[in-house]
């Protein structure tokens, strides 16, 4: 059974019969259902990724958690604090100037 629109589509109703399967050919509101299926799923994603990005979901931690990851930055500032500090060995720089472009 097809109908005709005002545009000249023809458009497949969904079977109302048990025994049909939906084919890929099934036309619903001047789309194929595979399109309308993923337009839909796109739109889902798609809103869902934006309210992920803009809304802070934050995931409860205890507070030991807590403090355990403040104690770790602080050991490693601490660490970077103590490479700064160290003098550069002297056969890191005389590497340095002998293996410079060659000219």
Known sequence: ????????????????????????????????????????????????????????CRIPRTKAEIEEASKKRQEQLEYSELILKQPVPIWKIDDANTHGPTG
């Not at 259902?33 to 993923?38: C, Q």
């Open 1 to 56: 059974m097809t109908t005709a629109t005002s545009n000249g589509e023809n458009l497949t109703p969904v079977s109302t019969k048990p025994n049909e399967v939906l084919s890929t050919e099934t036309k619903v509101l001047g789309m194929r259902l595979w399109h309308l299926v993923s337009i839909v799923l796109g739109v889902l994603s798609t809103i869902i990724i934006i309210t992920c990005c803009c809304c802070k």
